[in-house]
């Protein structure tokens, strides 16, 4: 990173268990706030780019290039506003083992998503800032409740000692649930700030989308067709159908590899979503998948930066 940021990265772990009080619980900083843009192009010629060499945003399935140069996100990102507090962390990172299990990992990963996946790069609106608390009647957002619930009981005992912002919350338990389900280790920074209100609609991608269109919606969020490939691996987790529902691994790669990718019943009974299976179909798209299935090695390195690119994406930091 560039000398003027100093960042105190922190590594992220995991636990398990659900009460729940919000909006009203937030509580958003008065310091002043930065918003964060995007990261640079993650040019992945080579799976062994190191994870401290990318940092930066987005949603539950994907990514794609980045519009906006480098020097654009150090001189849009304060130093102050990205150091942390490694007890703060350890605080943090204490309370969730106590409510996290494998089992409820899968929720609280498409938290992370549909939280920061509202972001744009043109009009420099929505991102991981927490307003996911107030967008849960949304179609899209059916089911999250349950997973607010769960990280509302890790929030309040923290808040008791330090008080901690939905956006970091939900960043660092993502991160947690990852690698409690046998994921890679991830590194988040804390210091991002809440909203005070809900996000835009209609900024998720939709399950419905086409390649072209699924990699339209990343590239307005600064993300590249790889990282999009990358993120669309979190639905290994869960009941999609693709390997163990509680392992994170590069199960989802395999099976949209395999023949015929629609079960006997129709579409019905399709393993994943739609748009899954539309990756396949894009010979872009299919490179990775072909890269990540063969070795999941490089899938994670390449899912860990691209999920720091999606907890930054559209981030207000706290200044110091």
């Known amino acids: 990173m560039c000398s003027c940021v100093t960042h105190r990265i922190v590594q992220c772990?995991?636990?398990?268990?659900g009460e729940t009080n919000y909006p009203a619980k937030l509580h958003p900083?008065?310091?002043?706030t930065v918003k964060f843009r995007s990261d640079r192009p993650n040019d992945h010629a080579s799976s062994e780019v190191s994870s401290s060499s990318r940092r930066g945003l987005m949603f539950s399935i994907a990514t794609l290039p980045c519009l906006l140069p480098l020097t654009h996100i150090f001189a849009s990102l304060p130093a102050n506003a990205t150091q942390q507090d490694t007890k703060e962390y350890l605080l943090i990172k204490e309370e969730l083992r106590k409510v996290l299990s494998k089992r409820k990992a899968a929720g609280v990963l498409r938290l992370v998503f549909h939280d920061a996946g509202t972001f744009e790069i043109d009009?420099?609106?929505?991102?991981?800032?927490g307003s996911i608390v107030y967008e849960l009647e949304r179609p899209e957002n059916t089911g999250l409740e349950k997973s607010v619930k769960v990280l509302q009981k890790a929030k309040t005992q923290i808040d008791a000692i330090r008080p901690v912002s939905w956006a970091d919350l939900i960043s660092v338990a993502g991160a947690e649930a990852v690698e409690?389900?046998?994921g890679p280790t991830i590194q988040v920074l804390l210091g991002r700030q809440d909203s005070l209100g809900p996000d835009p609609e209609g900024k998720l991608p939709e399950e419905s989308l086409d390649a072209s269109g699924l990699k339209r919606n990343f590239q307005k969020k600064g993300f590249s067709t790889q990282e999009l490939v990358a993120l669309s691996g979190?639905?290994?987790?869960?009941?999609?159908?693709?390997?163990?529902?509680?392992?994170?691994?590069?199960?989802y790669y395999k099976v949209l590899l395999e023949e015929?990718?629609?079960?006997?019943?129709?579409?019905?009974?399709?393993i994943g979503l739609p748009s899954d299976h539309?990756?396949?179909?894009d010979d872009e798209c299919l490179r990775w998948i072909k890269k990540y299935a063969d070795n999941e090695s490089v899938f994670f390195e390449d899912f860990k930066n691209a999920y720091v690119k999606l907890v930054n994406s559209g981030v207000r930091w706290n200044s110091l």
């Open 278 to 281: 539309a990756l396949v179909e």
């Open 180 to 182: 409690l389900c046998g």
């Open 234 to 251: 979190a639905h290994t987790l869960g009941s999609k159908g693709f390997g163990s529902p509680t392992t994170f691994d590069n199960s």
């Open 13 to 17: 772990s995991i636990a398990s268990g």
């Open 260 to 270: 015929p990718r629609t079960p006997s019943g129709g579409m019905s009974t399709m």
């Open 123 to 129: 009009d420099d609106t929505g991102g991981m800032n």
């Open 29 to 32: 900083s008065s310091f002043s």
